[in-house]
């Protein structure tokens, strides 16, 4: 009988332990943006360098997979030679470039509500069975690309949903 109700209260403990769900809040003081990852992130401010025609950017991503879903903000500091590019151009190149030659952007708004000058656009992007759901934001001369990356019905899970939605500038 001991045995029986300890193997029960195991389970229920077990079970409310794996009910739970898992987040994993994130603070980025360097990037100033703080977001909720549905686990915690497997890459802490990951650095890599991108050479363009304007300069070399320094792209800095936090990233987190779980169940073949990838999770990532990423950003970067525009070189002062852009300075007279608007906004609505940056953010159309970035959602060209992400796309591809092979992607089509299935849905796309404009954010409204962002302070500080911050302009911002949410695009789905697919390609054959691979969707991209993602929020751009451009605010001074930083770029800031929060994605959710995996199959197409896999990146419509609510965890997406809340992790695009929890992305916040921070000052």
């Known amino acids: ?14 079970g409310s332990v794996f009910a739970q769900k898992t987040t ?11 977001v909720v990852f549905p686990v915690k992130p497997s890459k802490l401010e990951d650095d890599k360098s991108l050479s363009t025609a304007g300069g070399t950017l320094t792209l800095v991503t936090t990233r987190a997979e779980v ?7 990423t950003y970067t500091d525009y070189p002062d030679t852009i ?15 992400m796309k591809g030659s092979d992607g089509e952007a299935t849905a796309k708004q404009e954010l409204t509500g962002l302070t500080d000058g911050a302009s911002g656009r949410v695009v789905t ?19 800031y690309l929060i994605q959710v990356c995996g199959k197409k019905d896999a990146v419509k899970v ?3 949903d809340e992790f695009l939605s929890s992305f916040v500038l921070r000052n």
């Open 158 to 160: 609510t965890a997406a």
């Open 1 to 14: 009988m001991r045995w029986t109700l300890a193997a029960l209260l195991a389970l229920a403990v077990g």
């Open 67 to 73: 169940n073949g879903v990838t999770y990532s903000v």
């Open 83 to 97: 300075r007279d590019v608007s906004p609505a151009v940056i953010l159309d190149g970035v959602v060209n470039g």
């Open 24 to 34: 994993s809040g994130h603070v980025s003081d360097a990037g100033k943006y703080s």
């Open 125 to 143: 992007i697919t390609a054959r069975e691979n969707s991209v759901r993602a929020k751009v934001v451009y605010t001074g001369r930083r770029l």
